[in-house]
């Protein structure tokens, strides 16, 4: 049997930054699952560079209880390391590691768990998964959840250990990223009034973003449970233009909406496309009728909040011993596990303060308090019917 940190130190040992490869990650949990006798299924991409993992352990039956986690982390690059980052390094009680925290930590607390699992009279089915290419929009799991949709065997509730330093979490904003392209007319600027300036029109349009920005803040749509307490809207990229003395024939800007679980980002879109077409594309096509604004999604999941008298909840407060649930500010998979009818909620090791930093770490303490932590929902399980 593995340790926890054991199993952490080869977790992190494998460079799974989004934009490689997880697949010797993958086979090597693999080899581990094959060696404690548990089945498990791979749920590939297209181009079969990754995969999601999927096993199942326990009696058969529908229910049960899901651990999930993604193996992708985040690049290194620029970032000023004073440990090799693919390398565990143990430093005063913390554990020094690119993914220690953000999320390797609790999939090797899984994984060296499992032989637990596997000695305990479980009265309801154990799931683990284990996804990919999270970091960039939660894309992976999407696969995955395509195949457990269609199960009649599904999971009853979800626990997605994302650092939260063990305390329960409800909740989280969903993010919808979207690209505008506005293409307008190039002339000279000395006869600037013959041309359509992409940039002015793309102000335009953001400007329209703000004032929308400002209405969700209002008192009125708050809601005290996540921080900020509304929806925010925002606009993080802009290229336009080549030289001062030509009108701009394009521009391109990229904006995000962050909403609250109970808001729709896509009408905020539609407002945008609407202005768009009512106020100004008229004025640019009086000028040139090549002129266009398009809308393009780059990312996008759902929000999440999980009710507080769910069984996910209760099941969360039973094992963390708190009630003191709470909301985090980043996006997770839970979302995407809710709307496939998989209640979930968010609990693991370490902290997000660490995450995607320069020498990430998670303490020996919280990887010992999930190991605890893990032992109680098996001993939990064996005391639950299977339905759950």
Known sequence: MMTSREMLEKLVAFDTTSRESNLALIDFIGGYLTGLGVNYELIHNAERSKANLYARLGPSGKGGVM??????????????WSVPPFTLTEREGKLYGRGTADMKGFIACILA??????????????????????????LGVRTLLDVLSRRAEKPAICLIGE??????????????????????????????????????YAAKLIHRLTLTGQRLAAPEHHDARFDPPFTTVQTGLIQGGRALNIVPAECTFDFEVRTLPQDDAREITRDLESYAQRELLPDMHAVSRDAAIRFYPISSYPGLYTCAQSAAARLIAHLTGSEKFSTVAFGTEGGLFHQTGIPSVICGPGSMAQGHKADEFITVEQLNACDALLRRLATWMCQNRSDL
């Open 67 to 80: 651990l999930s986690g993604h193996s992708d982390v985040v690049p290194v690059d620029g970032q000023n």
């Open 163 to 200: 650092p939260t330093e063990l305390q329960p979490v409800l909740g989280h904003k969903g993010k919808l990223g979207m690209r505008c392209e506005v293409q307008g007319a190039a002339c000279h600027s000395a006869y600037a009034p013959q041309g359509v300036n992409a940039i002015e």
């Open 113 to 138: 768990a499992l032989p637990h699992f596997l000695a305990q009279p479980l009265a309801q089915p154990l799931h683990l998964a284990i996804s990919y290419d999270e970091e960039v929009g939660c």
